[in-house]
């Protein structure tokens, strides 16, 4: 009987992690985007500038896209983040999420191999 009941829940988590593929599939033609968009405020350098007179004066903000894994990577993306770039970044978290949920799934049926 026990081991029946593990064989109903191996399956079903076979099922949710398939299912978690399915979903990570149709996001992926998305082209999901993997980091995060920082800000700067700037000094341009110019003696007779406002921003010479300290950081409050500063220019900006200005946004600039960094990747994964390193985050090293810094794309300028101007004044306004493009909403594009914010989609793309929030199917990238999405799939992080359901890789998140897979491994948690694929962690217990490890467990239940043990058994
Ligand atoms: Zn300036």
Known sequence: MISNNIVVLKTSILDN???????????????PLFGLVSMKHIKCGKKNC?????EKFYHGPYYYLR?????????YLGKKIPGSIQDRLEVG????????????????????EGI
Do not use: H, M, V
């Open 93 to 112: 978290n999405k799939i992080k999420e359901l890789e998140k949920k897979k491994r948690k799934f694929t962690d217990s049926l490890r467990g239940l």
């Open 17 to 31: 992690i398939q299912e978690i593929d399915k979903q990570i599939d149709s996001l992926i033609i998305e082209n």
């Open 50 to 54: 406002k921003c010479a007179q300290g």
């Open 67 to 75: 990747l994964e894994p390193d985050y090293k990577y810094r794309k």
